[in-house]
Structure formats: structure tokens, C-alpha cells
């Protein structure tokens, strides 16, 4: 079935450097939900995107969408031990019933 | 967190052998989904349901079947488990439709078929 691409798939960190995740999709998205799942954790909820280049801000997470609502990216500014887990983007599907999740990206931040 | 219940928490059965699970909600809400989650794969919706005795089919929904007879409880079934079938599983809820709501994940189902 059709998936939302997520890249890169890992990625390794020393704790104050940036990372950024991205998500693309090959059709236009009404909207984009971000979510993120700790070690052993289950996903939470992180943002919701809807407007063509709508970035949003939550303390040092970026989040943006593109203009044609086909990819969107998620921004951490000097990474910290507790941003460790798995990030991952959601396109609603199914006219509107379902949400469809990214494959994800590991982040991993070492000290 | 949301009132979401799934049990059992880990699972180790046999192939051939048919395995339910379950996810029970507290929150009244109207929708509720099964996900599967491997490494490499993600999250991979298996079915979900839009009331009761509503539900649809997911990406990978064969081997699957699902029921819905009370608001607070969808359950999984495997009706003939195999090997390919072991995996995390994910019962998440949601209000209303995921285009106004997010998603409320339980805390998972570790299956095992051996």
C-alpha cells in the first residue's frame, strides 16, 4: 500500500547539534500530523499542519508544511537527550477516515 | 493520556492457532484503529472502525478481522496466526474524523507466533 516517505530512516546525533526529518508524499495532502514515539513507547500526538507553508513553532521544534502540500519537515534545534525516539508524519486518507503514517526516522542523541 | 486499555500486553502463541486481541476505551469516542508497527515499516493500518459495528479494511488487512459490538471495544482477531503476524500492534481512538483530531495511541501488544 501507497506510504508516506520519510527520510532519512536513522540518524545519530551529539546532544546540541540540529536534526531535521522529512516527509514527502507523491499527492497533495489536506493536512500532515506529526507524531513521536519513545523507546518502548507507544505515538503521541505532536502538531497538526493544514495551510499551504504553514510553519509552526513548539519550543525548540519546528514544524513546516510545504507550499504545495506535498512534503513536510520537522526541525530540532540543539538536540537534547530527551528528543531520543522515533518521529513520524501522518497524511489522512480514505477520504478523510483514516491516517496513513510515515515509515518514521530513529533520532538517536548521544552525549 | 487517554482512557485506552489493550491486552493483552505481550502474547507468545503457535502457528495455526487463532489469537484476539483486544482494545477497550474509556473516552466514548467514535473511532478506533488497529496498526501494526515492524521495523522498516512503520505504522501500517490493519482496520478501523467508525462505529459500531462500522469498520473498514487498512493497508494490510488480510489475515485480519475485526469487530466492533460496543462503543468502548474493538477487538482483533487472527484466525489462523502465522509467522508474518508477529509484531507490535497499536489500537489507537479518536474523537472524530482524523482530519479535525488526533490520535490517542493504547500502549501495545507485543505478539509472538512461533
Known amino acids: 500500500g501507497q506510504q508516506v516517505m520519510q527520510i532519512p530512516q536513522y540518524q545519530h546525533v551529539q546532544e546540541g547539534e540540529d536534526f531535521t526529518t522529512y516527509c514527502n508524499s507523491s499527492t497533495t495532502l489536506s493536512n500532515i500530523q506529526w507524531y513521536k514515539q519513545r523507546p518502548g513507547g507507544h505515538p503521541v500526538f505532536l502538531i497538526q499542519l493544514v495551510k499551504s507553508g504553514e510553519v509552526k513553532k513548539q519550543k525548540r521544534l519546528t514544524f513546516q508544511f510545504g507550499e504545495a502540500k506535498k512534503n513536510s519537515s520537522l526541525h530540532i534545534t540543539a538536540t537534547q537527550t530527551t528528543d531520543v525516539g522515533t518521529y513520524f508524519c501522518a497524511e489522512i486518507t480514505g477520504g478523510g477516515n483514516k491516517l496513513t503514517f510515515g515509515t518514521g526516522t530513529q533520532l538517536k542523541v548521544e552525549l | 493520556d487517554a482512557g485506552i486499555t489493550q491486552s493483552p500486553r505481550h502474547k507468545v502463541t503457535e502457528t495455526g492457532t487463532p489469537v484476539t486481541l483486544r482494545c477497550h476505551q474509556t473516552?466514548?469516542?467514535?473511532?478506533m484503529y488497529w496498526y501494526r508497527q515492524d521495523p522498516g515499516h512503520g505504522l501500517r493500518l490493519i482496520h478501523y472502525s467508525y462505529g459500531v459495528k462500522d469498520t473498514d479494511k487498512g493497508e494490510v488487512s488480510d489475515g485480519y478481522s475485526v469487530s466492533r459490538s460496543k462503543t468502548e471495544d474493538f477487538l482483533l482477531t487472527l484466525e489462523s496466526a502465522t509467522s508474518s503476524q508477529t509484531s507490535v500492534y497499536f489500537c489507537a481512538i479518536s474523537e472524530t474524523l482524523p482530519t479535525n483530531e488526533k490520535l490517542f495511541f493504547g500502549s501495545g501488544t507485543q505478539l509472538s507466533v512461533l
Open positions: 473516552e466514548n469516542h467514535r473511532y
